[in-house]
């Protein structure tokens, strides 16, 4: 299994900005079978969702509710993920889990908290 650390998270005002990202690590191979890495988020009592999601190909996707306003990037060469969080929301708060997907296998970090609060 690859193992996923994240980091970054924190309290941020409303309207500030925050760059969570997430390292992978583990065997050279189960690490080089990673076809795409994305970024989740849970809040108390709310289900997990998906916030963004970026693959191999380089094919980009984002939660309606954070477009425009987080960008996700990756860095094959470092095995790590990052998300680029803007303009930020009370309701973005949530821990944010990074996720990656291997052929038969999904692997998930621990989480990061980050609370938007004034």
């Known amino acids: 299994q690859v193992q996923l650390v994240e980091s970054g998270g924190g309290l941020v005002q409303p309207g500030g900005s925050l760059r969570v990202s997430c390292a992978a690590s583990?065997?050279?191979?189960?690490?080089?079978?990673?076809?795409?890495m994305g970024w989740y988020r849970q809040a108390p009592g709310k289900e997990r969702e998906l916030v963004a999601r970026?693959?191999?190909?380089?094919?980009?996707y984002y939660a309606d509710s954070v477009k425009g306003r987080f960008t996700i990037s990756r860095d094959n060469a470092k095995n790590t993920v990052a998300l680029q969080m803007n303009s930020l929301k009370p309701d973005d708060t949530a821990v944010y889990y990074c996720?990656?997907?291997?052929?038969?296998?999904?692997?998930w970090g621990k989480g990061t908290l980050v609370t938007v609060s004034s």
């Open positions: 996720n990656a997907q291997s052929p038969g296998m999904i692997s």
């Open positions: 970026i693959s191999n190909s380089g094919t980009i």
């Open positions: 583990g065997s050279i191979r189960s690490v080089f079978s990673i076809n795409a």
